[in-house]
Nanobody, 116 residues
Framework: QVQLEESGGGLVQPGGSLALSCAAS????????MGWFRQAPGKQRTLVAA???????TYDDSVKGRFTISRDAAKNTVYLRMNSLKPEDAAVYYC??????????WGHGTQVTVSS
């Protein structure tokens, strides 16, 4: 079984920065990728950024140039650095992990609020 522990959400003013992290624990043989989705009230959950086991990255167009995803393979941890935050970035951010054993595993989510 694998668990994901997210941290780093909170309240930030527009233009500010936040850093999220997500650590996977448990018995994991092969991680194919990790990343982040987000879901705002009344909206669908959408991909924000993802990183594969070979460090190939994918970003939603709305965050390109502002967000950076990275990973520490030794710690089974993925990070999301968010700069120049906008009110429309406010959402619950969900970490995910894709592993051959488990398919996609989700974290519980961390709230990001962007408001002055």
């Amino acid at each position: 079984q694998v668990q994901l522990e997210e941290s780093g959400g909170g309240l930030v003013q527009p233009g500010g920065s936040l850093a999220l992290s997500c650590a996977a624990s448990g018995s994991i043989s092969i991680i194919l990728g990790m990343g982040w989705f987000r879901q705002a009230p009344g909206k669908q959950r959408t991909l924000v950024a993802a990183i594969t086991s070979t460090s190939r990255t994918t970003y939603d167009d709305s965050v390109k140039g502002r967000f950076t995803i990275s990973r520490d393979a030794a710690k089974n941890t993925v990070y999301l650095r968010m700069n120049s935050l906008k009110p429309e970035d406010a959402a619950v951010y969900y970490c995910f992990l894709d592993a051959t054993q488990y398919g996609r595993v989700w974290g519980h989510g961390t709230q990001v609020t962007v408001s002055s």
